[in-house]
């Protein structure tokens, strides 16, 4: 089978490791397989976009997808690739996260498929009615000590500042997972990133200790940019899939701005785009990068399919303003996450009252021009627009309802010198 789903991992470069047998495993039947999310936000990041693709390759490819929620190792916290303990949560807390990843799910896996529907659990709903008694007696006694401190998550903690024992439980909660979903959902595969090797490796062997059942891991790589920064994190801190977090336009330019040499491996990544479509795009890229044709693509395609059609259409908007585009349908936040680099000037809504505020001064008072005689001079040669639009009127009276919002006022000098005028009520 050469279309097989260990082959679109392959020339996506999605697969990074393999426990023995997962080929024949997969080739053979239809299998279920699960992948874990952290639901300690109420919102995931674009770093969980890679596991959630492998769901959706999954899913695609006829296979039966499970994503699980964490609403109790949630309360512990994985130790794999963090340094620190994290805070715990309330019950009440994880069960509204748990409720939004489940709608931001939605939009990339099928859960009403009359043939292979995507399934949501949460791991709380088996390991919360446990004792600890029960957990010890039935669980811990398979893993030695030894065991899990060989596991490089561990290791590096102890070196640090150490890690608390319920942190250092995780592994065995999360073995358990994989366990139960052997034994009551046949799940056979465990995905997740690379950093959950161990973690899943243990699974599999906690499922043959207890149940004598063969189950098999892939694991997919962990992204840093060109630049070797951790992927997804910026100066403002991680991208989010909630538009409330990460607005539409914020996100599309996330992907825009990716460097030349991520771009392609991102649109196999996070696309549904087959090879022959990557393929022409990099040839695009390679006969002309200055059209950025790839992260154009991209872009497009994530935001798409994260945030909708309407978003996107916004997002672009919102993107071709600083090229002279229309401002008239944008959203104040819009209008300030684009013009945040800009010159700015907060002067009261008072001076925009009545008649307005004659453009003349507004021009000199904001320092967009030397003088009242060089802003006559601009606006008599057509080198002055408001909200992006050319003023010739030297008369021009600025008023609130120039204001878009009510809050804010594009001054541009020639075609790129911007100023932004916050009115302030």
């Known amino acids: 089978m050469k279309d097989h789903l260990l082959n679109e991992y392959r020339w996506r470069g999605l697969l990074y490791d393999q426990t023995e047998g997962v080929e024949e495993t997969i080739t053979s039947r239809k299998v279920s397989a699960y992948v874990g999310f952290d639901p300690t936000g109420d919102s995931l990041h674009i770093g969980n976009l890679l596991p959630i693709m492998g769901l959706v390759h999954l899913q695609r490819h006829g296979h039966n997808p499970i994503a699980l929620v964490g609403g109790a190792t949630g309360m512990v916290g994985d130790p794999s690739g963090k340094s620190k303990e994290r805070n715990l949560l309330s019950e009440e807390r994880l069960a509204h996260n748990v409720s939004c990843i489940h709608k931001q799910l939605s939009r990339f896996l099928d859960f009403d498929s009359k043939v292979n529907p995507a399934k949501l659990v949460n791991n709380h709903d088996w390991l919360g009615p446990m004792s600890f008694i029960e957990f010890m007696r039935d669980v811990g006694k398979h893993f030695p000590v030894s065991y899990m401190m060989s596991k490089e998550s561990v290791k590096r903690r102890l070196e640090g500042d150490g890690i608390s024992y319920t942190e250092f439980s995780y592994m065995l909660l999360q073995a358990y997972d994989f366990y139960y979903l052997s034994k009551h959902y046949n799940c056979e595969l465990q995905m997740g990133g690379s950093d959950q090797w161990g973690n899943i490796t243990a699974g599999g062997e906690l499922t043959r200790r207890m149940d004598g059942r063969k189950v098999h891991g892939v694991v997919f790589p962990l992204i840093t940019t060109a630049s070797g920064q951790k992927f997804g994190k910026t100066e403002e801190g991680a991208i989010w899939l909630d538009a409330e977090k990460t607005s539409p336009y914020k996100f599309y330019q996330y992907w825009v701005n990716a460097d030349d040499k991520d771009a392609l491996p991102y649109l196999k990544y996070f696309t549904l785009l087959n090879e022959e479509e990557c393929h022409e795009l990099a040839a695009l890229q390679e006969a002309a990068p200055h059209k950025r044709d790839v992260q154009k693509r ?30 008239a349908d944008l959203t104040p936040r819009e209008i300030s996450e684009i013009f945040d680099n800009v010159p700015s000037t907060q002067l009261p809504q008072d001076q925009f009252q009545g008649e307005g505020y004659p453009i003349l001064d507004l021009m000199a008072q904001c320092g967009v021009v030397k003088s009242k005689g060089e802003a006559r001079r601009l606006l008599q040669g057509g080198g002055v627009n408001l909200n992006n639009v050319r003023v010739n009127d030297a008369d021009k009276k600025v008023t609130v309802e120039d204001a878009i919002g009510g809050q804010f006022i594009v001054l541009r000098k020639g075609g790129k010198n911007y100023h932004l005028v916050k009115v302030i009520a």
């Open 298 to 327: 991209l872009a497009e395609e994530v935001t798409r399919t994260v945030h909708g059609q309407d978003a996107l259409d916004q997002a672009i908007r919102a993107s071709q303003a600083m090229f002279g585009g229309g401002l």
